[in-house]
């Protein structure tokens, strides 16, 4: 990861123009939790595990047509949105480096910058590789009520599948009006398809660690996978969907695949589970049209139509 100083002394990502397309979907479905759930609306957790400085700088912006340069991470998303719904409880943030240095500079960043939008909400700022984190995380979630995990790696690797089935396991029962649920956290997931198509055969251990799969299983699979017609970033998504499929009990949805800055190919795609069938409903036919819509110029997304929208549609009118 390469960083960017302004003249305050800010850190930011240095980053190329596709992952505003992946910061974007994350604000627009954080606005529509903003934005819809109102009656009688529960705590709301958010647990970011890959949160970096929390800025975006893009020296591409102005030849790719974006309008900013510089633009809020998932931290800053996830703390604005915490900030703006009625009853957001924590903020999670795990920003970890392996260089000491840099370790100490992006949690100092983030600190700066909650401090620089008078955020309210309680918070826990930590820097720990993935498992610790997890195993940190696990001690502040409440199960009973939602929670958000934003799973964001930089590489495959840095995402085995142990970490997202302890996370998925974080469940409790809860009574919704005299019925009892169970809970289950929302996941949003960067599944980085460039590295699994390029290690398939070179590092197969990486895919059997992102898939929670020794290799004799999932090789059959893959082979079958790319025998039905399917290419291999398209086979490594239909595994990935299996394993998260049977450990929610439902698929997840593909929100996004990202190009990489000469659009010639995928560099990974954003995977959303969300427990709720109005929030699972919202996203899929309501967030996502409108989200595959853009163009490289067009950044923004609506959530203000969209919630207009859907109260004229007689279906789901809250997200509990």
Request: with cysteine.
């Amino acid at each position: 990861m390469e960083y960017y100083t302004d003249e305050r002394g800010i850190l930011y990502d240095k980053v190329k123009y596709h992952t505003r397309k992946k910061h974007a979907f994350l604000k627009g479905y954080l606005d529509i939790w903003v934005e819809r759930v109102r009656h009688n609306p529960p705590t709301l957790d958010i647990f970011d595990l890959y949160a970096s400085t929390g800025l975006c700088y893009c020296e591409e912006a102005k030849k790719t047509g974006l309008p900013e340069v510089i633009w809020d991470g998932s931290a800053i998303i996830a703390a604005k949105a915490l900030s703006r719904y009625s009853k957001g409880r924590l903020l999670f943030l795990n920003s970890y480096n392996t260089v000491e240095k840099m370790r100490k500079s992006q949690i100092n960043n983030l600190i700066a910058l909650l401090r620089g939008l008078d955020f309210k909400k309680s918070s826990i700022l930590i820097s720990s590789p993935i498992e610790d984190a997890v195993t940190e995380a696990s001690k502040h979630i409440d199960p009973r009520y939602p929670s958000l995990w934003i799973l964001d790696p930089c590489a495959a690797s840095d995402l085995p599948w142990n970490i997202v089935e302890k996370i998925g396991n974080m469940r409790a029962t809860y009574d919704y009006n005299g019925e009892m649920r169970i809970r289950k956290p929302e996941l949003i997931i960067s599944l980085m398809t460039e590295d699994l198509q390029r290690f398939v055969d070179i590092r197969p251990d990486i895919i059997s660690s992102s898939l929670g799969m020794n290799e004799e299983i999932w090789r059959p699979k893959y082979e079958e996978l790319r025998g039905g017609g399917l290419n291999t970033r398209e086979a490594m998504i239909e595994l990935y969907a299996e394993k998260l499929s049977e450990l929610y009990e439902k698929p997840p949805i593909l929100a996004a695949e990202i190009n990489i800055t000469n659009e010639s190919a995928i560099a990974y795609c954003i995977l959303l589970l969300t427990d709720s069938p109005a929030g699972h409903y919202i996203a899929k036919l309501k967030l996502l049209p409108e989200f595959k819509q853009w163009e490289i110029t067009e950044w923004r997304l609506n959530a203000r139509q969209i919630t207009a929208e859907l109260k004229r549609d007689p279906a789901q009118k809250t997200l509990f």
